[in-house]
């Protein structure tokens, strides 16, 4: 259906233009399963009037072998988790509204400072105007809580990890009539510390991409488009007296596969321009580029790749600016009609303009998933996560391994 398509063919681009926040980056985790269980092993959500209720709950209890990312002296914890969940979905001809309700409960065995509770709400909206046009909307509000594993994240076990509330909306056009491909999206993103002594992480942050595309076959578009980000943070100048605020500009060319058949998804890659607020500061060019392809040779088994490289906000006192390299590469397999197998690597490099700070990291994830009726499940799942800087206090070795039980209707 067009309106689902057109969330999807969207996404790289918003991610492209809204630069990540470092509360939003999220621990390595497994994919969202891309190939559809078999019809005994399905969900049957509950229909209500014109729309749709889905309801999930996963609990997983895990052990942690570096629970705060320490170079050393490492502290392990066993740690349980509960996700409630819910979602109502209206899709109609020419209407398509989607809610969702997410909680992430976490519970330590000894370190209770440690345990934390997440959520968000969020609202996406399709309108097919006509034929050829879309109007689209998305509202979100998110307490996040920080990973220890993250850029930029405390290390410290004497101090509980940030919290942020996170508030988030876009609105967006698209107008695909014949060949061509026009298409345009606003959007704004405000962050708050929940601790006061966060204060200087508070920011505003709105974006703007236009994109124009023609289509060179059945199922091929390649695009030009233009993006700009800009950054403003409540506290005029950080700890080290530096004004943060910015604006990044850039352009890219790519191609988008939609429908596809045996690969679909988008690329692009381009440049980007950031200009610093404060004077003692150099603007910079970089390279701009992200893609999220999947290659599906047969029915049950499917590719996936998620790039990005592009300006990344930064509150590291010293650092003027932040680079992000992220590579994701990973595989489904329905080795049976009931059992799911999927895999994972990540590489990760994030540099630091200013001080001459740098990270890699380089992480993996594994799972194997029994279906044991259309409303459980049972998985297990291990995770592997190493990083290594300039500075040794970010070096880290981190391992996990965790039982899930997974309930839906």
Known sequence: MVLKRHR???????????????AEAQELDRAAPLIEAPQEFAPTPIRIGAGTLGLGLD?????????????????????FTLVPRATFVIDQQRLRLATRAQATVRRHADNQTENSVAAL?????????????TFSFGLRANRAVEDRGEPESLTDPAVSPRKYNLFSGNLGY??????????????????????????????????????????????????????VTTRDFDLRQDVSGVNRDSRTIGARGGFIIDPGGLIRGEAAIGLF????????????????????LIYQPRERTAFTLD?????????????????????????????????????????????FIGNGQRERTFGGI???????????????????????????ADDSHRRSIGLELRFQY
């Open 307 to 351: 790039a990005f490289h592009g300006d990344v906000a930064t509150v590291r006192t010293g650092a003027q600016s932040r680079t992000d390299t992220r590579v994701a590469f990973g595989i489904q397999q329905e080795a049976r009609h009931n059992l799911r197998l999927q895999a994972g690597v990540i590489y990760r490099r994030t540099r």
């Open 121 to 133: 709400a969020d609202l996406d909206g399709a309108w097919r105007l006509s034929q050829a046009d």
């Open 174 to 227: 698209r107008r695909q009539a014949g060949r061509t491909l026009l298409s345009a999206r606003l959007g704004m993103q405000r962050t708050d510390a929940v601790r006061k002594s966060d204060r200087e992480r508070d920011s505003r942050q709105w974006s703007a991409q236009a994109r124009f595309g023609v289509r060179a076959s059945g199922t091929a578009t390649v695009f030009v488009d233009g993006f």
């Open 366 to 392: 594994a799972e194997v998933e029994y279906l044991l009726n259309r409303r459980m499940a049972v998985a297990l799942q291990g995770r592997l996560a190493n990083r290594d800087g300039t500075d040794p």
């Open 59 to 79: 609990a997983r209890g895990e052990y942690i072998d570096n629970l705060y990312s320490l170079p050393d002296n490492e502290i392990d914890d066993f740690r």
């Open 273 to 292: 321009r950031f200009n610093p607020d404060d004077p003692t500061l150099n603007s910079r060019t970089g390279v701009s580029a992200s893609a999220s």
């Open 8 to 22: 999807a063919v969207t996404l790289i681009g918003a991610a492209a233009a809204l630069a990540a926040v470092p």
